[in-house]
C-alpha cells in the first residue's frame, strides 16, 4: 500500500513545478521538455524493475535530452550565458522525476496485486497529494482567494480539465501493464506537437483565450526541437 499510496502522492505534487513553469514560459515551449520523462523513467526503471532497452534506444534518447536543452537555452542572452537553462527547464526536470517515480511505483505495485486495485489506492494517494496544497500555501501566506475570479464557467472548465486529465491518466496507467513503463513514457512524448497545434491555432483565431510568440525565429526553433525529438521517439520504439 506505502509504495502506491506514495505514487498517487506524486502524481499530485509533480504539477507543482510543472504549473510554475507553465506560468513562466510558454505552454509549446514548456510542454515539450516532458520528453525527459522517457529519460528518467528509463534509468529508475533499470533500477528497480530490471526493464533494459537496447543499446540504439539509448541514441533515442540522447536525441531527446539534446533537442529539450535546445529548446530550453535563453537565445537572447550574449555571450556564453544563453547556454544557461531558463528557470522553466529546472522545475519541468524536477516536474518530469517526479513524474517518473510515480510511474514506476505504479508499475511495481500491479505486478503483484493488479491494476484495478492498484488505480484506486494510487488515486486515494493523489487525494493524499492533493490535500497538502491549501496547507503548504496558507502557512506560506501565498493563497490569495478571489471569490469572484470563480464564476460558473471557469468552474466548468476546471471540471471539464480534470475529467479529461483523470481519464487520460487512467488509459496512461493501464498502458503500463501491456508493456515497459519506459516506452509507454515515450508514446505521451508525442504531447507537444498537439499543444504546439493548439497554441498556434488559438493564437491565430482567439488570441483572447491565449497568445503565444509565434515569431518565426521562435517558432522555427521550436520546430526543430520538436522534430529531433519526435526523431529520437521513433528511434526508441523501432
Known amino acids: 500500500m506505502l509504495p502506491i499510496i506514495l505514487a498517487g ?13 507553465l506560468s513562466l514560459e510558454d505552454a509549446s515551449t514548456v ?6 520523462v522517457p529519460v528518467m523513467t528509463l534509468i529508475l526503471s533499470s533500477l528497480f524493475l530490471k526493464e533494459f532497452l537496447l543499446p540504439k534506444q539509448f541514441v533515442g534518447f540522447s536525441i531527446i535530452f539534446i533537442g529539450g536543452l535546445m529548446l530550453s537555452v535563453n537565445g537572447n542572452e550574449k555571450g556564453f550565458a544563453w547556454l544557461k537553462p531558463r528557470k522553466a527547464f529546472l522545475l519541468m526536470m524536477l516536474s518530469c522525476l517526479i513524474f517518473s ?10 505486478l503483484n496485486i493488479g491494476y484495478w486495485t492498484t488505480l484506486t489506492y494510487e488515486y486515494f494517494g493523489v487525494g493524499v497529494g ?3 496544497f491549501p496547507g503548504y500555501l ?3 501566506n501565498k493563497l490569495k482567494w478571489k471569490p469572484k475570479a470563480l464564476t460558473p464557467t471557469v468552474s466548468l472548465i476546471f471540471i471539464l480539465d480534470k475529467l479529461i486529465e483523470v481519464a487520460g491518466q487512467a488509459f496512461g496507467a493501464y498502458a503500463t501493464t501491456l508493456a515497459p513503463v519506459a516506452l509507454v513514457g515515450i508514446v505521451s512524448s508525442t504531447q507537444p506537437f498537439f499543444v504546439f497545434l493548439f497554441a498556434v491555432i488559438l493564437s491565430i483565431w482567439f488570441p483572447q483565450i491565449i497568445k503565444e510568440n509565434l515569431s518565426r525565429k521562435v517558432v522555427l526553433t521550436k520546430l526543430i526541437c520538436m522534430v529531433m525529438m519526435f526523431v529520437g521517439i521513433i528511434i526508441l520504439t523501432f
Open 31 to 36: 510542454i515539450p521538455l516532458f520528453a525527459f
Open 101 to 110: 517515480f510515480s510511474s514506476v511505483l505504479f508499475k511495481f505495485v500491479t
Open 138 to 140: 496558507v502557512i506560506s
Open 130 to 132: 492533493t490535500s497538502l
Open 9 to 21: 502522492i506524486f502524481l499530485a505534487l509533480y504539477l507543482v513545478p510543472y504549473l510554475q513553469a
